[in-house]
């Protein structure tokens, strides 16, 4: 699973540009996944969206995952669904889900992480590791060392998410993550597939500085 450039739509952020339209721009920009994450719309508003914006994803081989439902994911055709850690279960979303369907979950610490696992999911996402507008709180934040625990402990691809931008995106990759989950780092910017380019172009970067340095 090529995940360095995880990208979550946002009609909102993006000044209601439509999701598909959304994932053409971050797509063309160098966007590895793109994950339909919308809490606003009714489930039949989102199941059409989410038809559309598959239509982009077959269109560039790119990989298109759902937030949250499973339902809305299998009904638009998505290679996978994203849980956090109150949707449903990893377990019980893996007996219901197709054959080749990515899980994906959101976890915050070494034990929910290796549940996760054990119970079937094919990646996960460190959250939040920086302070974000949802969730301010530091007592919640997962952080460089949380990066640093989980990547110990499991050994699927690990995302990042949670304020992460130019400024610091090197500093959860060296801490071993694979790649990053953005919102507003990309589609928040009036060019998105430009802050897409340029958040690719970092990653890039700081993996073959890794490389360089032999890990």
Same mark, same amino acid.
């Given at each position: 699973?090529?995940?360095?450039?995880?990208?979550?739509?946002?009609?909102?952020?993006?000044?209601?540009?439509?999701?598909?339209?959304?994932?053409?721009?971050?797509?063309?920009?160098?966007?590895?996944?793109?994950?339909?994450?919308?809490?606003?719309?009714?489930?039949?508003?989102?199941?059409?969206?989410?038809?559309r914006v598959k239509v982009v994803t077959r269109q560039t081989g790119?990989?298109? =995952?759902?937030?949250?439902?499973?339902?809305?994911? !299998? &009904?638009? $055709?998505?290679? #996978?669904? +994203?849980?956090?850690? %109150?949707?449903?279960?990893?377990?019980?979303?893996?007996?219901?889900?197709?054959?080749?369907?990515?899980?994906?979950?959101?976890?915050?610490?070494?034990?929910?992480?290796?549940?996760?696992?054990?119970?079937?999911?094919?990646?996960?996402?460190?959250?939040?590791?920086?302070?974000?507008?949802?969730?301010?709180?530091?007592?919640?934040?997962?952080?460089?060392?949380?990066?640093?625990? =989980?990547?110990?402990?499991?050994?699927?691809?690990? !995302? &990042?998410? $949670?304020?992460? #931008?130019? +400024?610091?995106?090197? %500093?959860?990759?060296?801490?071993?993550?694979?790649?990053?989950?953005?919102?507003?780092?990309?589609?928040?910017?009036?060019?998105?597939?430009?802050?897409?380019?340029?958040?690719?172009?970092?990653?890039?970067?700081?993996?073959?500085?890794?490389?360089?340095r032999g890990r």
């Amino acid at each position: 699973m090529n995940c360095d450039l995880y990208v979550i739509t946002d009609t909102t952020l993006s000044g209601g540009r439509p999701h598909e339209e959304i994932a053409h721009l971050a797509i063309d920009g160098g966007a590895d996944v793109i994950q339909l994450r919308d809490k606003t719309c009714s489930i039949p508003e989102l199941v059409a969206s989410g038809k559309r914006v598959k239509v982009v994803t077959r269109q560039t081989g790119t990989l298109f =995952i759902v937030n949250d439902r499973l339902d809305v994911a !299998i &009904a638009c $055709g998505a290679d #996978g669904v +994203h849980l956090g850690q %109150d949707d449903m279960q990893v377990r019980s979303a893996r007996a219901i889900a197709p054959h080749d369907f990515l899980i994906g979950v959101s976890v915050g610490s070494r034990g929910e992480a290796q549940r996760a696992v054990k119970d079937g999911a094919d990646y996960l996402a460190a959250s939040p590791v920086f302070p974000t507008a949802q969730k301010t709180d530091a007592n919640t934040l997962c952080g460089i060392s949380g990066i640093q625990r =989980i990547r110990a402990a499991v050994d699927v691809p690990l !995302i &990042a998410i $949670g304020g992460i #931008g130019m +400024h610091n995106v090197c %500093d959860v990759i060296r801490a071993g993550a694979d790649g990053i989950a953005v919102i507003s780092a990309v589609v928040g910017q009036p060019d998105i597939s430009g802050a897409a380019r340029a958040l690719k172009d970092r990653i890039m970067a700081c993996k073959k500085e890794l490389v360089h340095r032999g890990r």
